[in-house]
């Protein structure tokens, strides 16, 4: 099965009207872009056709791995720097510094929305339609809870929510109330901004920092025309590379003639590409999908076991200690993979502490941690979680019945709803999103169970 694509594009520009809309944006995008020197390579379309939802990109003759598909001049991407009040975000530069990072782009992208000549007026027209994304931040509350309970996504939409919110009255409208010449009432809004920053969230891209410059900020985000319109598989077939002159989105598999183009997102689970992009991969197709256990799980389930009050003030000790190590958080979580736990190095800490006898922990404690002195049998690997000592399974085990009580369903189900077509087909697109979720979810919860048994 193809993925859900991230986009539903509609043809007019963002703020137009159906009136005055091209029927259909792609000659004016292709336009834009020779005359930009974007250049397309003569195997691959622009396309509604053959794409798994929207626009998307379409081989129009078999591709080779390596190919270049598209070239786009660093002059082409839309940035605070590239932007026509590029000068005045760098002038402003310190009062618009935010938690994001986000605020100079997104000030660029109201400036040239409103802007009546703007030089990327043929490349918003190829955007969604702002009111129709699909991100869960635009769900009604209500909904959110009810269809993600567990899975961590209304948790991070109720952060991003605050954070905008705070963002947008603090930043963004003190600086456009103070230049109106440069944005017009009608772009002073606060449920525009919200869309602008999930439409940044799901298309734009940031450019990775060279190895030499670890120690820098990250990079600020940029719209890239034509890789924004290449759709997601964590099998994808296509990356984006960066170089001084410009970016290039290279073939990285075979594509054969008529297949759709794919970028990646980065390693992403389900849970985050519904968050992020407003879609996810049907089971089983996603390969980087991730179960949470909260830090705090563990912490609770290694509780249930204590009866005394020394034995809960040892625990608490022991936590704190492995809080020193910087091993766990009140807010963090282990994350499990489908083959792989990619926290290994958290979790096998957080367990072997916990489990420790006080004469254990006492010693352990002395040596302020065990340096390299790590046991082949301690290895948290998926396939060793069976050979751990019964200490470790019984906590990990109880971590995972915790986890899964977050949840409103259980995973049987959730199985009898994706295994009746006829029953699945009724459910709305976000039950079925939502249902995907929480299935992928469960199933390497599941797994740990079995594992822990």
């Known amino acids: 099965m193809a993925t859900e694509a991230k986009r539903r594009r509609v043809a007019e520009p963002v703020g137009g009207s159906d009136a005055d809309a091209d029927p259909d944006p792609v000659p004016g995008f292709l336009s834009w872009c020779r ?10 379309a622009v396309s509604r056709q053959g794409t798994v939802a929207g626009y998307g990109m379409v081989a129009r003759e078999s591709v080779r791995p390596g190919e270049l598909l598209f070239a786009v001049p660093r002059a082409a991407l839309l940035s605070q720097h590239t932007c026509s009040i590029g000068g005045l975000l760098e002038r402003e530069r310190g009062a618009l510094q935010s938690q994001s990072g986000w605020v100079p782009l997104l000030l660029a992208l109201l400036h040239e929305l409103q802007a009546p000549a703007s030089p990327w007026s043929p490349y918003f027209a190829l955007w969604p339609e ?10 009604p509350e209500e909904e959110r809870r009810r269809l993600l309970q567990g899975t961590g996504v209304p948790e991070a939409v109720e952060k991003d929510l605050a954070n905008i919110r705070s963002e947008y009255y603090s930043i963004v409208l003190p600086f456009m ?9 009608r772009v002073r809004s606060l449920e525009l901004y919200r869309q602008l920053v999930a439409l940044v969230m799901a298309y734009s891209f940031q450019e990775p920092l060279e190895e030499e410059e670890d120690e820098k900020e990250p990079n600020s985000p940029l719209m890239v025309p034509a890789a924004d319109i290449l759709n997601h598989l964590a099998n994808h077939n296509a990356n984006l590379e960066y170089s001084p002159n410009c970016l290039r989105m290279v073939a990285t598999q075979p594509i054969p003639k008529g297949h759709e183009i794919f970028n990646t997102y980065g390693q992403m689970a389900n849970w985050q590409l519904i968050h992020m992009y407003g879609f996810v991969e049907p089971y089983p197709d996603n390969t980087d999908d991730t179960a949470d256990i909260q830090m705090v799980t563990v912490r609770e389930a290694a509780l249930q076991g204590t009866k005394a009050e020394a034995e809960k003030l040892l625990l608490y ?18 994350v499990i993979g489908r083959e792989e736990i ?32 790590k046991r082949e049998e301690d290895s948290l690997t998926i396939t060793n979680i069976p050979k751990l000592k019964a200490s470790w399974r019984q906590l990990l085990r109880d971590s995972v019945l915790l986890t899964l009580q977050n949840y409103a369903t259980d995973l049987k189900s959730e199985q009898d709803l994706l295994g009746n077509k006829e029953v699945y087909t009724k459910l709305s697109w976000r039950e079925q999103q939502a249902l995907q979720v929480r299935y992928g979810q469960k199933m390497i919860l599941h797994q740990l169970l079995e594992l822990t048994s």
Not at 177 to 185: C, G, I, M, V
């Open 130 to 139: 702002l009111g129709r994304l699909e991100h869960p931040m635009f769900w």
């Open 342 to 373: 990619l926290t290994e190095e958290e979790l096998t800490s957080t367990l072997k502490v916990l489990c420790m006898s006080p004469e254990e922990f006492r010693e352990f404690k002395d040596q302020d941690g065990w340096g390299d002195n």
């Open 35 to 44: 005359q930009v020197g974007l250049e397309l390579s003569p195997k691959v």
């Open 177 to 185: 109330e103070t230049h109106p010449d440069l944005f017009s009432p």
């Open 317 to 334: 000790e022991r936590w704190d200690f492995l809080c020193k190590l910087e091993m766990v958080g009140e807010e963090g979580a282990f």
